[in-house]
């Protein structure tokens, strides 16, 4: 039940996202996704192997549609790619290795929550001046969506359940972050007008 919920939040927030992508609202960078594209097929391997069952459906959704939004943020994303944004990118997808060369499946899950966790740099860089870039409310229901998969494993351990607990924490600080960012945007633009009377 709650594998079947994971991933209809899941479907939710990328169904929303995509949708904010051809409207031309949302602007997502590339590099995160591709950084998330991996870590999400890598997270759900680890997860399957150790016997999370109901509770991966999730990442694996998520690797394929990682991808997908990795392919439309090089086509319709951010444009201004920053030298820290080069190297979130390449510290991400170096680490890769060390969970291949981790022999124990909690090393690679810690492993994969520090590199899951870089891949939001490029994109909290972007949105910091650009809170309206990204749609707020996915990023939410993708924590809903890790909270979900929680519930639905079956066997649990430290590397079953640590990666879609980072997941309900990180996705809320950047849903948290972009909200706090239009907030601050509004109070601006309300003293500006009241500085302009």
Known sequence: MFGGLSVAFLALSRLIYFNSIFKGVTRPHAFSWLI?????????????????????????FSAVTCAMLAVLGYYRGEKNI???DWAALLVALGTIPLWLAARTPVWSVM?????????????????WN????????????????????????????????????????????????????????????????????
């Not at 998330?36 to 694996?60: C, D, E």
């Not at 929550?113 to 891949?119: E, L, W, Y």
Request: charged share 10%; proline share 4%.
């Open 36 to 60: 998330w594209t991996a870590l999400s097929g890598i997270g759900f391997a680890a997860q399957f192997t150790q016997g999370a069952g109901p509770g991966s459906w999730a990442r694996g």
């Open 82 to 84: 920053t030298r820290g």
């Open 111 to 127: 492993i994969l929550c520090v590199i899951d966790t870089i891949g939001y740099l490029p994109t909290v860089r972007k949105s």
């Open 130 to 197: 650009k809170p309206y870039s990204e749609a707020s409310v996915t990023y939410f229901i993708a924590s809903a969506c890790a909270l979900a998969s929680l519930f639905a494993i079956e066997q649990y351990n430290l590397s079953t359940w640590l990666y879609p607990a980072v997941l309900v924490v990180t996705n809320s600080i950047m849903g948290g972050i972009l909200l706090a960012r239009r907030s601050k945007g509004r109070r601006f633009q309300a003293v500006a007008w009241l500085a302009a009377l």
